[in-house]
């Protein structure tokens, strides 16, 4: 099975890794001699006229694009998202987040969810109409940050979220064993993923 990511959140994380091996790599290098020669100044990196990232609003979701360094060249990955705040807290308490991993394969949808979970169990996505079969998450893994989930919802659910005019819900069950439920915003979730259509990575 294809290993995935949710698509900026696991772009930063690589990026993060990256530079604790780096250093790591400088603390077991063999010791210099105390006074170097002096080395000629680097040239000045280039800089791209495109921007290394861009974010538009669209209701209560972001269209959010980011220019990653990967395998050699450089890749633009693009995402809409939703994060959900506690009011008078900055760190969020989870992430919803749309996206594709290349041009050409279906929408993907992670949460990102705390880590106080309970396993076995699943994270739950309810959009539209009440009677609507919510959209199930399994777990992928944790980190220190969250706990990811993820699926291929499919174009019958993209559609049906796409008119929805209330609320839907993120269902998941924490480390005490209890049911709770989030509110995910659907305002302006049609608009952002018509914005994301006409991204290219």
Not at 15 to 40: E, H, Y
Not at 55 to 66: E, I, K
Not at 102 to 119: H, K, L, Q
Not at 133 to 149: I, M, N, Q, S
Request: charged share 20%; glycine share 6%.
């Amino acid at each position: 099975m294809k290993t995935t990511r949710t698509i900026l959140a696991w772009a930063m994380l690589g990026a993060g890794m990256a530079v604790l091996a780096c250093s790591a790599s400088a603390q077991t290098a063999s010791p210099k001699p105390a006074n170097p020669p002096a080395a000629a100044p680097a040239p000045a990196a280039m800089v791209s006229p495109e921007p290394s990232s861009t974010t538009a609003s669209f209701g209560d979701w972001t269209l959010r694009c980011q220019r990653i360094a990967e395998a050699g060249k450089t890749v633009r990955i693009c995402e809409v998202a939703q994060v959900l705040q506690a009011q008078g807290q900055q760190a969020p308490i989870a992430q919803v987040a749309l996206g594709r991993l290349a041009n050409g394969e279906p929408v993907r949808i992670t949460a990102v969810m705390p880590v106080s979970i309970s396993f076995p169990s699943s994270v739950l996505i309810t959009m539209g109409e009440k009677e609507a079969k919510p959209v199930e998450l399994p777990w992928r893994r944790c980190l220190p940050t969250g706990c990811f989930a993820e699926t291929t919802p499919g174009d019958d659910v993209l559609k049906q979220w796409r008119k929805a005019s209330e609320a839907g819900r993120i269902l998941f069950r924490d480390a005490a064993g209890r049911d709770l439920a989030l509110p995910l915003s659907a305002r302006g979730l049609d608009q952002a993923l018509d914005a994301l259509a006409k991204e290219r990575l």
